[in-house]
């Protein structure tokens, strides 16, 4: 039944068929050609009771608040602020957009809303300067790995629901990895640099910084509002989604950006892009029962235990495995899918979920720039203009310093945990299990 659900999927994913259908068709398959057959009242069920929780309301509000991010124009506050600080550097334009994806990863938390808002201003701008648009697509799209890293994130919020971890632990827990993976791409612009002849741009004099970043400054301040109402126990990570949400649209009637258009059109692209993900954690919890009644958990363990009782070969299994599934499959579906059977196996082996969590996070956001689903190449496509064909090959060595990092955070608990226990305290569930 296992190899029936897994099989459909990956066939039907392959076919083009979108992913809520693709995984909603191979749970029904799977149902009927199990013992479960003559119940398949069980699917709606399992649907209803998998997205009524209260730890999922915070999805639509922060992916609100990136729609509203983008059409009231706070992108481009950033983006010019960031190229005052870092724009004259070597590969200038390229840093800028890996800042950019930085800050603005602190209000949305959608490697989507990334590609889409700043992606078209970083790609226009990298052009005209001289940049090759294969160059800037890959650039861009590499960056946006940090969106869903550095809180809050989505991809944060579904774990912990599907990990049973506190929403507040995964994102301080991510802060650390999501700086060293910007950071790194940064490094790497700049070794890019020094073998090619990029175009540079003038040093911004301080004026300049000091009206950009006063320009910006109210956009620039929304990461820490929300992330120090959480942390400070103001409000819920629910609440936090809102509040971005409310603060977003202040600075858009303080910027007089916001209009009635504008604010339907982030309305219709939020409702779209929750429903989606709405029905496919439905489906995915449906699936997670068929798995755990069928104790492919269990089953999955004990083949990783003949293979190996090494914690060290174990987390490069997860993160092979985790690669190609990403290569594939979209990060919230993947994540449906792995996380009822590797939680299991992971906590045998004494690996920290939280520390998991980033590990799988990452893993899954390199899929958007791989081919052949990655999700970021198509956005980069349409939004640059650039062939499919030009845009994969310009992001390739873009996922060696990606990959580097992952190898660093999975082999350095350290760098995930530290801030969480800093703040939150030690997690004592870990002793429970």
Wanted: overall charge neutral.
């Amino acid at each position: 039944m296992a190899f029936v659900l897994f099989a459909a999927f990956i066939a039907l994913i392959l076919l083009r068929v979108p992913v809520s259908m693709a995984i909603g068709a191979a749970v029904l398959l799977a149902f009927a050609v199990s013992d479960f057959s003559d119940a398949l009242y069980i699917v709606p069920q399992q649907i209803l009771e998998g997205v009524n929780k209260p730890s999922l309301a915070a999805v639509p509000f922060f992916i609100m608040a990136g729609n509203l991010m983008n059409v009231v124009g706070m992108t481009d506050r950033i983006f010019n602020f960031a190229n005052a600080l870092v724009g004259h550097f070597k590969a200038g334009l390229a840093q800028v957009n890996v800042l950019s994806s930085m800050i603005f990863a602190g209000v949305s938390g959608a490697a989507v809303a990334d590609c889409a808002g700043l992606g078209t201003i970083e790609i226009k701008a990298m052009k005209e300067r001289g940049y090759k648009p294969e160059f800037a697509a890959a650039v861009t799209v590499a960056s946006a790995v940090v969106g869903p890293i550095i809180p809050p994130s989505i991809g944060l919020v579904v774990y912990a629901f599907l990990a049973q971890q506190s929403i507040e632990r995964m994102f301080l827990a991510g802060l650390i990895p999501g700086l060293i993976v910007g950071f790194g791409l940064m490094v790497f612009n700049r070794i890019l640099a020094v073998k090619h002849d990029f175009p540079t741009q003038p040093r911004a004099d301080l004026p300049t910084v000091v009206k950009t970043g006063a320009d910006g400054v109210l956009a620039l301040v929304a990461p820490g509002i929300i992330l120090g109402s959480i942390l400070g126990g103001l409000v819920t990570a629910t609440e936090a989604g809102v509040l971005a949400c409310l603060y977003t649209l202040v600075l858009g009637v303080a910027y007089r950006s916001l209009s009635a258009a504008k604010l339907w059109q982030a309305l219709t692209d939020t409702m779209l892009m929750t429903s989606v993900i709405m029905i496919i954690i439905g489906f995915s919890i449906a699936m997670g029962w068929l798995l755990a009644i069928e104790q492919v958990p269990q089953i999955l363990g004990d083949a990783i235990f003949s293979l190996t009782d090494s914690r060290a070969v174990f987390l490069a299994l997860v993160m092979v495995f985790v690669l190609l599934i990403g290569c594939v499959v979209e990060g919230v579906p993947a994540k449906l899918m792995l996380v009822p059977m590797l939680l299991p196996v992971s906590d045998q082996f004494g690996v920290d979920r939280v520390h998991l969590g980033i590990i799988l996070q990452l893993a899954l956001l390199i899929g958007i720039a791989t081919p052949p689903m990655g999700i970021g190449l198509y956005i980069m496509v349409e939004v640059g203009k650039v062939p499919f064909e030009k845009v994969t090959m310009a992001v390739l060595p873009f996922l060696i310093p990606l990959i580097v990092v992952l190898i660093l955070i999975a082999y350095v608990p350290a760098l995930t945990l530290w801030l969480p226990d800093l703040v939150l305290g030690p997690d004592t569930s870990i002793i429970m299990r």
